[in-house]
């Protein structure tokens, strides 16, 4: 009989090809998230023209249809069979199709009835949901799969993360410049926004497809695919909710996501309505003043990505979480105290954040694969696709969420759209108040939660370990008996 050191499987390290090309898949989410997250509501109620609470409803309403979605599409990709495995033919047939919902998201339709508008606007965001559904629930199902190691995955997320933060930079802070340029030109800002969802739709389409040619998935026993295939979807979503690490890993993820979604999305109007005194095409740094705080925080957050892989292996993820996050929501809470004009400010500021954006983007998701192997030991199933589909929705629900709350509040405070064509435009001090709030002490408080949340996350490394080991000795005895 083998001992448990000689049946756990020796450490094996993923070469950079494999990581490079995997963590590419991270551009196309991200650039499609980007553009969502900080420029679809502006772009709701400044270019469509709908009231903001309606446009929050209309959102809200689109992303239900992920509650079901997501799971399926997960359990379909757990339960698929085919040449090229389970997972990669989504991304072989619908990478151009998501590349396509780039553009369908940002139509603005001519109607002149706000429940037209309103009703249109849903039916849009669903249909590109869904294209992003049947890509990166498969894609993410990967994870656990190219690497079972607690270290590993972390790294394998950092590279994920260096080409998710590199594409929120390039798309925060082109797509106002590239809007600014079609303007100039004596074009609108609806033509503006198409030909920057255009472009970035394009570019999504190729790393899809260069993760299909390159990375290959783990070949499967005949016996596990028929004990996964056995069970209901029900009883499959049951047992999901019944992994305590996988509750307190969702729990983190919402309030981080959630956090991350409503401070990127209330940003704009925070720069311009209170920063910039209403001046539309305030600058700072020689770009709009949009493009230039993205920009320094996501540089920042870039550059820094690094030193929180290393700082989780020499202490733990959640432990390391908790540090980043903490420094955020004091940063949080000074840009609560930031005045009108003070540009400057608002741009060290920026940095601060930045370092804690670049922990809330790499350490939940290098979490959450480790909740699978719980799952495996208490089942005995692999269910990668049924746990990233409802990661997916999370996602998707957080930016649903943020979108309904924001556009909510500023609807509730008198917010007011600006008149087409205007340079300058001030908001009522209501709206004003509205908007800070959002971007200072609420955002901190869900930030504090989140580090609350990571404080009782029940899997640290050596338990993780420890359930690798038993995974391992179960194979053995299973492989065992087999031979006799």
């Not at 047992?239 to 983190?252: C, H, K, L, S, Y």
């Not at 870039?302 to 989780?312: E, G, K, Q």
């Not at 696709?385 to 969420?401: C, E, H, P, V, W």
């Given at each position: 009989m083998s001992t448990i050191a000689q049946v756990l499987p020796k450490k094996k390290y993923l070469s950079l090809w494999t990581k490079l090309a995997f963590g590419s898949g991270d551009w196309s989410i991200s650039s499609f998230g980007t553009l969502r997250q900080i420029f679809y509501a502006i772009f709701l109620t400044d270019v469509v023209g709908l009231e903001p609470r309606l446009a929050s409803v209309a959102a809200l309403l689109g992303i239900l249809w992920d509650a079901v979605n997501d799971p399926l599409v997960g359990m379909l990709s757990d339960r698929l069979k085919t040449r090229w495995g389970r997972r990669r033919p989504f991304l072989l047939f619908f990478a151009i199709p998501y590349g396509l919902a780039f553009i369908i998201l940002w139509w603005a339709p001519p109607w002149h009835s706000q429940l037209a508008l309103a009703a249109t606007v849903m039916l849009a965001y669903m249909l590109s949901d869904t294209f992003q559904t049947l890509i990166f629930v498969p894609l993410y199902s990967l994870t656990p799969e190219i690497t079972p190691d607690y270290d590993e995955r972390t790294s394998l997320t950092g590279f994920r993360m260096f080409f998710n933060l590199l594409a929120s930079l390039v798309t925060a802070v082109a797509a106002p410049e590239i809007v600014k340029a079609v303007l100039a030109s004596g074009a609108t800002q609806q033509q503006g926004y198409m030909i920057v969802a255009a472009l970035f739709g394009?570019?999504?389409?190729?790393?899809?497809?260069?993760?299909?040619?390159?990375v290959r998935e783990r070949v499967r026993p005949e016996e596990e695919i028929r004990k996964e295939q056995s069970v209901s979807f029900r009883e499959t979503v049951r047992?999901?909710?019944?992994?305590?690490?996988?509750?307190?890993?969702?729990?983190?993820y919402i309030l981080n996501w959630t956090t991350f979604d409503l401070v990127a999305l209330v940003l704009p109007f925070y720069l311009t309505y209170w920063v910039a005194r209403g001046n539309l095409l305030q600058k700072a740094l020689g770009m709009r003043i949009e493009s230039s705080v993205l920009g320094l925080l996501l540089?920042?957050?870039?550059?820094?990505?690094?030193?929180?892989?290393?700082?989780?292996?020499?202490?733990?993820k959640h432990i390391a979480y908790i540090i980043g996050m903490s420094f955020w929501a004091v940063v949080?809470?000074?840009?609560f105290g930031v005045q009108p004009g003070?540009?400057?400010?608002?741009?060290?500021?920026?940095?601060?954040?930045?370092?804690?954006?670049?922990?809330?983007?790499?350490?939940?998701?290098?979490?959450?694969?480790?909740?699978?192997?719980w799952d495996e030991l208490r089942t005995g199933?692999?269910?990668?696709?049924?746990?990233?589909?409802?990661?997916?929705?999370?996602?998707?629900?957080?930016?649903?969420?943020?979108i309904f709350i924001a556009l909510q509040v500023l609807g509730w405070f008198g917010y007011q759209s600006p008149p087409e064509g205007a340079t300058q435009f001030m908001q009522p001090a209501s709206a004003l108040a509205a908007i800070r709030f959002l971007i200072g002490p609420f955002g901190a408080v869900l930030l504090f939660s989140a580090v609350l949340a990571a404080w009782f996350y029940p899997l640290t490394r050596e338990k993780h370990g420890r359930i690798r080991r038993l995974l391992a000795k179960r194979r053995e005895r299973q492989q065992e008996a087999i031979s006799d």
């Open positions: 394009g570019l999504a389409v190729i790393p899809i497809l260069l993760i299909f040619f390159v047992t999901a909710w019944a992994n305590i690490p996988f509750r307190f890993a969702t729990g983190i540089v920042t957050a870039v550059i820094v990505l690094p030193f929180w892989v290393w700082l989780s292996q020499r202490l733990s949080q809470l000074l840009i003070q540009t400057t400010t608002i741009l060290i500021l920026a940095f601060l954040a930045g370092i804690s954006v670049s922990n809330a983007h790499v350490l939940p998701d290098s979490i959450f694969p480790d909740v699978i192997e199933r692999r269910q990668e696709g049924i746990y990233y589909g409802i990661k997916n929705f999370i996602r998707k629900l957080t930016g649903a969420l943020a």
